[in-house]
């Protein structure tokens, strides 16, 4: 197992590429290298904006930036999005249904993006009918792969974090800066991802969370603690040439 404690079975939901925030200055994460489900904290990538109908000039511009793609470049993605996303390999909040489409993705388009992680993302299988049943409609296909009770190997786990399913996103409890909280009022310290620990230090946040005064004003959505694996970390392709 990769840093985290796992006591349970955890239903695999799809896979993620995800670049880690480094934050810096006062460092309110309490970890340097944070990894996140959540496109509010660190870059999912590629991002749902292709597929989403208001475009944002903005992300487009920072997805050039981070990954080093022209405008021809740039436009492949799209079409490569898109068409992944009517095959349903793609979907909100950002995930891939398939491993080999996630590697296909970053071998394609984000080979120049230094330090970039394949992630597993999951849920514990009593949590499982919860989202099916009552998860957003953006999240339908999210919902579907979980159907599908594949389980996740607990020796690739590296944490937990609570995410907020919202309308076609994942929100999490960094976003709110929940991770202080917890180190105070519950003494559960992040490990070295900026993640929770172990399955019960995520049960013990959760209930923290659904206790919250309602003028904390954390996002509505379906709030889990969902579990993180480690599948792969890739460096910029051009820096081991």
Known sequence: MKGAVAVEKYILGGYLLVKPLCPEGDNLWLSNNVISAS?????????????????????EEHLKTISGLNDHEYFSLEQWVIEKFNDNLFSWPGFFTEMWSAKECRERYFSKVDDLYLLALGLPERE??????????????????????????????????LLGAGWQDFHSHSCHGLQTEFSRELGIIPNEYGLLRCHDDAYKAMQYVEELPDEKDVEEGLWQPWVIGLIDRYHNDTNNS
Not at 39 to 59: A, Q, R, Y
Not at 138 to 161: P, R, V
């Open 128 to 161: 499982v009918e919860l989202f099916i049943n009552e998860a957003p409609s953006a999240h339908c296909l999210l919902a579907s792969t979980l159907q599908k009770k594949i389980y996740m190997n607990n020796d690739d786990i590296i944490g937990f974090e």
């Open 39 to 59: 496109n509010c904290v660190c870059d999912v990538l590629p991002g749902t904006h292709f597929i989403e109908t208001l475009k944002s000039e903005w992300l």
